[in-house]
């Protein structure tokens, strides 16, 4: 009995090193039924994050009780979209650490991101408002690393209440609202265990997320925010400079296949083998053409039935809060 207490106390004291060594740094992660992912994630934060936030959308599998067992903190709250979902937690969370994450759930960093982490974080000088780190994704087993998709460099960590999230439908940025923007060496890892039926499934619903972000731009009902606001790396200003005006602007369908010619031929997607070609296929083709199809299905709908009864049509076809319109003219109800 005696052995087992002192075990119980090196243990504990072993944690509590731990956590003294930890960044003053909140992770926030969102969730639905991501029992395969979410332990993975979680650990792999630990050794930097001082806290651990997971805002749930009521998931049915074992994730909030991964969650808790692994020392999350869980909270619950009914979904809209990524950028809602991931604001509202910036906005009402008991964030208390020095530091803000975002990480998905199935997403987990690297050894060389956590190292780089803990070295420049704490030394960051005041100036110093947030980190991009290098997205990596891993598909079909295989790290994407060709067809311009890496390194992919995102904002990730913040000083707590400079960060803010655009409101979009699909495609968030998060920015920071002042200061300088360093960079953590080291790799988010973005591996989704699941199989292409799932994934083709989540990128059906995705490509109805841009088509309303499409339509939102084209019929100004307010739904989205597509102002530029924050700071943002360079790639980040042209991806949203090409996303915004010139990808709209190119003749439907034929764009989709346009992109996908720069992401496999130009960009060099094929040297990641047949992996490399069944991801560009269907990120850079099939997706888009299907935005582009849905698109045209929903002009349609409109012009038979009017933009409020389609946007109902959505909600109960398909699940999608797009809360209240707000019309710049009259003229758009009937567009």
Known sequence: MADAGAREGVIALAEDASRSLRLSLTAIILTYNEELHIE???????????????????????TVEIARREGAEVIQRKFKNQADQFQWALDNLPIDTD???????????????ATSMTKLIPRAPASVSGFYVDRLVVFLGRPIRHGGFYPMRVLKIWRTGLGRVEQRWIDEYCVVERGVVD?????????????????????????????????????????????????????????????TKIYPALPPYLRAFAYYLYRYVFRLGFLDGQQGLVFCFLQALWNLF???????????????????????????AHGLELGPLHLENESSRSA
């Open 40 to 62: 993975r994630c979680i650990r792999s934060l630990k050794p930097v994050a001082s806290r651990l936030y997971v805002v749930d959308s009521f998931s049915t599998d074992a």
């Open 99 to 113: 530091w803000v994450m975002r990480v998905d759930a199935d997403e987990y960093i690297s050894t060389e991101l």
């Open 183 to 243: 960079y953590c060496p080291g790799d988010l890892i973005d591996e989704n265990l699941r199989d292409l039926t799932w994934w083709t499934d989540k990128h059906n619903k995705y490509s109805s997320r841009r088509m309303i972000d499409l339509l939102d731009r084209e019929l100004q009902l307010g739904l989205s925010q597509h102002k530029l606001v924050g700071k943002m790396s360079r790639r980040q200003v042209i991806y949203h400079k090409i996303k």
């Open 290 to 316: 299907l935005v582009d199809a849905k698109l045209y299905e929903a002009r349609r709908m409109i012009a038979a039935m009017g933009v409020e009864s389609f946007i109902k049509h959505l909600h109960d």
